[in-house]
């Protein structure tokens, strides 16, 4: 159950900074949903394998390079979906960036 709460606060998350930032695209509430979804998917199996792999990079930039994996987890995405668009690489960095803070926030209050 509280994986749909999260899912849920997630998806209004997405639907709201699509609002907000003008590089990306969301058609609906049940468009942001199905992006949570994936990004939860994405997050789960594919990031932890990129951060492996880019553990060098990682190390020699002091981590700032996940920020970068973190963006082309939004471009993959965004490639997936045809509700869900990403500009370009600039504006999924953006988003990363905000959805780590909303994430961050949520947490705060409880909710994932």
């Known amino acids: 159950m509280d994986w749909i709460i999260k899912i849920l606060a997630n998806g209004l998350l997405i639907l709201g900074l699509s609002r907000i930032l003008e590089g990306i695209k969301v058609q609906g509430f049940t468009a942001a ?3 949570a979804v994936l990004f939860s998917l994405v997050n789960t199996f ?3 394998v ?5 553990f060098p ?4 930039t002091l981590g700032l390079f996940t920020f970068v994996i973190n963006a082309l987890m939004v471009l993959l995405v965004g490639k997936f979906m045809t509700s869900f668009q ?5 504006w999924a960095l953006v ?6 803070i909303g994430s961050v926030l949520l947490s705060m209050f409880g909710i994932g």
């Open 86 to 90: 990403v500009r370009d690489f600039w």
């Open 95 to 100: 988003f990363s960036v905000c959805m780590s």
């Open 33 to 35: 949903v199905i992006a």
């Open 57 to 60: 990079v990682n190390l020699l």
């Open 50 to 54: 990129l951060l492996f792999v880019s």
């Open 46 to 48: 594919i990031r932890p």
